[in-house]
């Protein structure tokens, strides 16, 4: 099993319409090939800067969830695995 930790940076203004679409995306990353859990929870002093945790099988497994929720990051997300 891996951790895939995401810091995802999303517009100020554009907040609550990411926790919307990262919503509806969260079928396609539960039914995802080694889909093995997740915690999504905005920063305490920077809520604009997400913090995801997904549990995945393999380290292939992690790689087809992001697309839909590409369009609010403000920058590239810093993604460890």
Do not use: C, N
């Not at 999504?40 to 920077?46: I, R, S, Y």
């Amino acid at each position: 099993m891996i951790y895939e930790i995401a810091l995802l940076p999303v517009y100020k203004e554009q907040s609550e319409a990411f926790r919307q679409a990262f919503e509806e995306v969260v079928p396609l990353l539960s039914r995802a090939q080694g889909y093995r859990g997740h915690l999504l929870a905005p920063g305490v002093e920077t809520p604009e800067l997400f913090h995801l945790i997904v549990r995945w099988r393999s380290l292939e497994d992690h790689q087809t969830f992001m697309m839909g929720i590409q369009e609010y990051f403000s920058k590239e997300p810093r993604v460890y695995i």
